[in-house]
């Protein structure tokens, strides 16, 4: 699988904007797909018949660092979204110049 490519042929400000839009809505269809595999994780151990209340511990402490990273990641993702939405709200008042 290739990575998708974010592509502008006339590069401004709203162009620019639009893009980060597009990067922070590709991390958040990353950051679901992770959080699934992380749920099929937990449903894989538990449909285990020879697991113990340890595994259960050890594979619930993963998930939960895993979910700790992600929410640390969403609230970067949210603070780039506001930075951003300023910028859109400007181009959303005036005609684009170029087309992205």
Request: hydrophobic share 40%; with cysteine.
């Amino acid at each position: 699988m290739s990575m998708p490519k974010i592509e502008c042929a006339n590069i401004d400000k709203c162009c620019a904007a639009a893009s980060l839009v597009q990067s922070i809505a590709l991390e958040e269809t990353a950051i679901s797909h992770i959080l699934n595999a992380e749920g099929e994780k937990i449903q894989k151990v538990l449909s285990l018949h020879d697991c113990d209340a340890k595994d259960l511990l050890e594979v619930n402490k993963s998930v939960e660092s895993m979910v700790d990273k992600i929410t640390t990641l969403e609230v970067v993702l949210k603070s780039k979204l506001d930075l951003i939405k300023p910028i859109l709200d400007d181009c959303g008042k005036k005609p684009p110049k170029s087309e992205c």
